[in-house]
């Protein structure tokens, strides 16, 4: 018999059911403002069903029963399969569905940047692991399209809304997941070292087949039905496509030696790879593969901003949620200046990112024109390094919201802390992310001088003193440069976001970012606000960031 000790209360219910995408607003104003009306009731009702307790309870699900690997069948017979939950394919089914693999290239219209960017930042708020396949088969796209012959064999494959989990050779599926196999083991992000080998098999350079010999470190994802990966022939690192099924139909020799065992991502299993004569395609030039490569890169960066972005967001509602219905010394959270200072800090660095990734979206619209083309490529490492990397100090504070209820795993804030970090490695950690920028900034100085230019047409001086210092530190000599990248990076980034949310926030709510991150009136911590961002001012920017409902 149990005996009732005691009366549970002041327990904060569970955030669910909700609409993910009509409570965010500047989410709603971003897809109306960069042409994606049109998709706005399709976020709304994918938003909802988001927010429901069935979909959010597949995100705990998938994290908690974890990939495993089976290397081998119970006759002996090698099989490299990874087994996943049921939860894992539904999440998947759902990406799919929305059509956030491939919608810019599928559906070719004014905003399919912007609408696929904010279906791929409301399933973010549910679940991490499963973008990543998501976004290495949206970044092949473009790539495999350069590939006439192959891709007339890939393109409805590529392009279908259906998520066939099916472990078959790709012309027996309905749709396919395209990974990528870059690192290895003495290298790491420098991939000018690898050592895999490809020997001709049937004639030479693009479009022929080949042998690949060797391994890949970090081999991510690998039950996607093909991965494009990295390896040496006498021209030089060359770049392939490599199907998990060979041609006439019998396994490929990609040897899945182990699946790594992460700090976060746990629902996504990353794999270290052996390859002993794998069938491979050249895509691209030969002796051409690293720059072949970098053409996807900006895609999956920019993902990784986005999915940072969405991180911050959805652990910002949950931290002001548990503030709103949890009483502390006699009053709710939310109604306590220091708490509310942090709430309201917070708000505005969820918003500034949120503001970054759809205009870092928008600009993929206009490729042809240079001042997108510089948001494009410098914008993009320069939010990777920032956003990313912020992401991980903001759920710690989110978390830190929660107490001792944030800190346990029956909570969803622990997973939101384990996952942040990983954006910030992932495609380029901090450091090459910085160098990235200094010689996109070099290579591209017109593009840099429009950017700049921005900050000196805006209206408010602390933007022309940000640009003036910008110009300072690219005049400084190259090593000093380099040394002092990440300072330079950070900010151009803070200016950048200042002036998109003075053109696009609430006045009080610009007001108080450019304050704080420009004009040194804050802290190194959130919460320190200072007595110009009032209560009255913290309570719209909270109201703004999520409505009472």
């Not at 270290?272 to 690293?290: L, P, S, W």
């Not at 107490?403 to 450091?431: D, F, H, K, L, Q």
Request: hydrophobic share 40%.
């Amino acid at each position: 018999m149990q005996w009732q000790t005691h009366e549970v209360s002041n327990q904060v219910p569970e955030l669910q059911d909700y609409n993910i995408f009509r409570s965010d607003a500047a989410l709603m104003e971003g897809v109306q403002r960069g042409e994606a009306g049109w998709h706005a009731d399709r976020l709304s009702n994918f938003g909802a069903e988001l927010g429901s307790k069935e979909v959010l309870q597949l995100g705990e699900l998938a994290n908690h029963h974890l990939p495993e690997l089976k290397t081998h069948d119970r006759f002996g017979k090698r099989i490299d399969q990874v087994d996943f939950h049921p939860s894992w394919h539904s999440l998947l089914a759902l990406l799919r569905r929305e059509g956030l693999h491939a919608m810019p290239w599928a559906v070719q219209k004014p905003g399919a940047h912007v609408a696929r960017a904010a279906g791929y930042y409301l399933q973010s708020q549910v679940e991490s692991g499963s973008l990543c396949p998501t976004t290495m088969t949206f970044a092949s796209i473009p790539v495999l399209a350069q590939e006439p012959g192959l891709y007339a064999l890939l393109k409805d494959k590529l392009f279908s809304n259906e998520h066939d989990p099916r472990d078959l050779p790709i012309e027996q599926k309905k749709s396919i997941l395209i990974g990528m196999g870059m690192t290895e083991k003495q290298g790491g992000s420098d991939v000018r070292t690898n050592t895999t080998v490809a020997e001709p098999l049937s004639g030479l350079g693009r479009g022929a087949a080949y042998l690949l010999t060797g391994h890949k470190w970090f081999f991510s994802a690998p039950m996607c039905d093909a991965h494009l990966v990295l390896a040496r022939t006498d021209a030089g690192l060359s770049c392939f496509f490599v199907p998990r099924w060979k041609p006439d139909g019998s396994k490929n020799p990609i040897l899945i030696q182990r699946l790594k065992d992460k700090l976060g991502n746990k629902s996504n299993s990353s794999s270290e790879v052996e390859f002993q004569g794998a069938y491979g395609v050249m895509v691209g030039e030969e002796g051409r593969g690293i720059p072949t490569i970098i053409e996807m890169a900006n895609l999956t960066r920019l993902d990784c901003v986005i999915g940072s972005a969405a991180l911050m967001r959805q652990a910002l509602t949950q931290a002001i949620h548990h503030a709103r219905n949890r009483k502390a010394f006699g009053r709710l959270l939310a109604d306590q200046p220091l708490m509310r200072n942090v709430l309201a800090d917070l708000a505005l660095e969820s918003e500034a990112a949120t503001l970054l990734m759809l205009k870092l979206a928008s600009a993929l619209e206009q490729p042809d024109d240079p001042l997108q083309r510089a948001w494009k490529r410098i914008l993009t490492p320069a939010a990777k390094f920032w956003i990313c990397k912020r992401a991980l100090e903001f759920t710690g504070e989110c978390m830190e919201v929660w107490g001792g209820n944030g800190y346990v795993e029956t909570g969803p804030m622990a997973r939101y802390y384990r996952e942040a970090p990983v954006n910030s490695i992932w495609e380029g950690s901090g450091n090459v992310m910085c160098l990235d920028v200094l010689r996109a900034m070099e290579r591209d100085p017109e593009g840099m001088h429009l950017l700049l230019g921005q900050l000196e047409q805006s209206a408010l001086p602390a933007l022309h003193m940000q640009a003036a210092e910008l110009r300072a530190q690219l005049a400084a000599e190259p090593a000093q440069r380099e040394a002092q990248a990440r300072r330079l990076v950070q900010k151009l980034v803070l200016a950048m976001q200042s002036l998109l949310m003075q053109e696009h926030a609430p006045a009080a709510s610009a007001q108080a970012f450019i304050a704080s991150r420009l004009e040194g009136q804050n802290g190194r911590v959130y919460g320190t606000l200072g007595e110009a961002v009032g209560a009255d001012v913290q309570t719209l920017i909270l109201e703004r960031a999520w409505p009472c409902l």
